[in-house]
């Protein structure tokens, strides 16, 4: 329905929020329409999925990224992009010190912390998390000074 009100009433613009499964297939009608393109939070084709870079160059008139290796990663495919930065990174502020951090997780604070993070969903902890393993003890093996971490965050509670 969304789609059928952009031909029959467009905006001066479209902004596309992440979620590409769902708004690169609105953007193709958005974009059929005439209606300009603003994808902010870009899908992670350095991550999977790279051929979209193409479908992505032809659809978005501008790409908003997040993280600054895909500014250059977008703009070698073509596409018009500007780093905006985390929406996260201002939000967050540590409350400790990394000796107060050390003490209340039982880390060496003389010691680099190297976190695994592995991502937020189950499928991504699943595929990612042990080769995360594998690249720690790896690490060990080459400078075994090195603290190795990771958090889960359970959505179920």
Known sequence: RLADRVETDPPTAAILIDFPDFNLRLAK?????????????????WAWREGRLK???RLVNKMLVIFPFEEALYRQAGVDV???GHPLVDMVRTTKSKEE???????DPRKPIVALLPGSRRKEVQFILP??????????EQKPVR???TRFFNSRK
């Open 29 to 45: 009608r958005v974009k059929d329409a005439g209606v300009p393109i603003v994808y902010y939070i870009s899908p992670q084709v």
């Open 147 to 149: 603290t190795h971490g």
């Open 131 to 140: 080769t995360l393993c594998e690249a720690a003890a790896l690490m060990n």
């Open 55 to 57: 479908q992505l160059r």
């Open 101 to 107: 951090f050390c003490a209340t997780y039982t880390l």
């Open 82 to 84: 500007e780093f905006v």
